[in-house]
């Protein structure tokens, strides 16, 4: 069957290419990233960021704290990267994506952006955050994610739709959030931050898949406090429907930016449901122009009278039967 792909963009929107980011690479799986690199004002911070997401393979990473004002994109290192600042170099979220891929995205504001891309079977609606920190101001909070719940409902119905980046939240393993939250976080309980990001979570049937992978410590904490403490603040959210789609989430703590943050990597699997590929069968075709022949009309009419059940079959069969 032909998948349609709706190109449809609202106005306020950056576009830069004709169509949705496509994928060039022929494996199933690819590899989608979030990292808060602390700031990339510095000399050469393209080329390092670049090598390193080559040498993992990835074809596109949600970037936050990169400190540049405003809202542009630029090429390097066979990477694009569209950035959404504020007025002064703090904050600031980015996508930084493959070359060969074309891009279409949103600018919000220095904690926010959106992407949207063209997937193996459905489009992908990713949108980048960095929420306030545990000791911010409950109302910027509030904002904060009410600002993400509006950008969430612009998602197209039909997309995957991806939350990712750096939360500040802490998830724990208490049974009662399940299944939002899965068995293996690097904490036992649940902040503040981490409740409302469950709350948001649950309010759109959507799951923490940073907390469902069985993976050592090592390989689970996002970030090293300046006392050398690690947690787990950086997390991945999918949509219910989709959730399958990702297949892990883990750090490479060999990835250097000069950021207390590691990289998270999520590895991605778009399938298919048992229900799309029931309702895009292809329906089986009759040659109805065959029964304008005499002869095949007698030998069509002489089997389906074989097939049928004759009077005193029916006669005997129950209802359900001749049903």
Same mark, same amino acid.
């Given at each position: ?6 190109? =449809? ?22 590899? &989608? ?5 602390? /700031? ?9 960021? /670049? ?11 949600? &970037? ?20 959404? =600042? ?150 991945? &959210?999918?949509?219910g429907r989709h959730f399958s789609d ?78």
């Open positions: 069957f032909r998948i349609v792909i709706v190109s =449809g963009v609202r106005t306020n929107a950056v576009l830069c290419s004709g169509r949705s980011v496509e994928f060039t690479r022929g494996s199933r799986d690819w590899k &989608l990233g979030t990292w808060n690199c602390r /700031s990339l004002n510095f000399d050469l911070s393209n080329r390092i960021l /670049s090598n390193e997401l080559r040498v993992r393979g990835l074809e596109a990473v949600a &970037l936050q704290e990169v400190c540049w004002k405003g809202k542009d994109h630029r090429e390097y290192g066979g990477y694009n990267m569209y950035w959404s =600042g504020g007025d002064t170099h703090e904050l600031g979220t980015a996508f930084i994506v493959l070359g060969e891929m074309t891009k279409r995205w949103w600018p919000v504001n220095d904690r926010m952006c959106r992407l949207r891309i063209k997937g193996r079977f459905f489009n992908l609606s990713i949108i980048n955050v960095h929420s306030p920190h545990m000791g911010s101001d409950a109302d910027d909070k509030d904002a904060f994610y009410e600002l993400l719940d509006r950008e969430y409902r612009k998602c197209p119905k039909h997309d995957v739709k991806i939350v990712i980046g750096d939360l500040n939240a802490q998830v724990g393993q208490e049974e009662e959030f399940r299944p939002v939250i899965g068995r293996f976080s690097a904490h036992q309980q649940t902040n503040e931050n981490g409740l409302r990001l469950i709350d948001f979570a649950t309010s759109r049937n959507m799951a923490i898949r940073s907390t469902f992978f069985q993976h050592t410590s090592l390989y689970k904490y996002t970030w090293r406090s300046p006392n050398d403490t690690e947690t787990q603040i950086d997390h991945v &959210l999918i949509d990702i297949i892990d989430v883990r750090t490479y703590r060999g990835a250097d930016i000069d950021s207390d943050h590691y990289l998270v990597v999520a590895k991605l699997r778009q399938r298919l449901s048992e229900v799309n590929k029931i309702r895009y069968r292809r329906p089986q075709r009759y040659n109805l122009e065959r029964l304008k022949d005499p002869e095949v009309a007698t030998q069509y009419a002489r089997e389906l009278e074989a097939a049928l059940p004759d009077e005193g079959e029916l006669a005997e069969a129950s209802l359900e039967a001749c049903w």
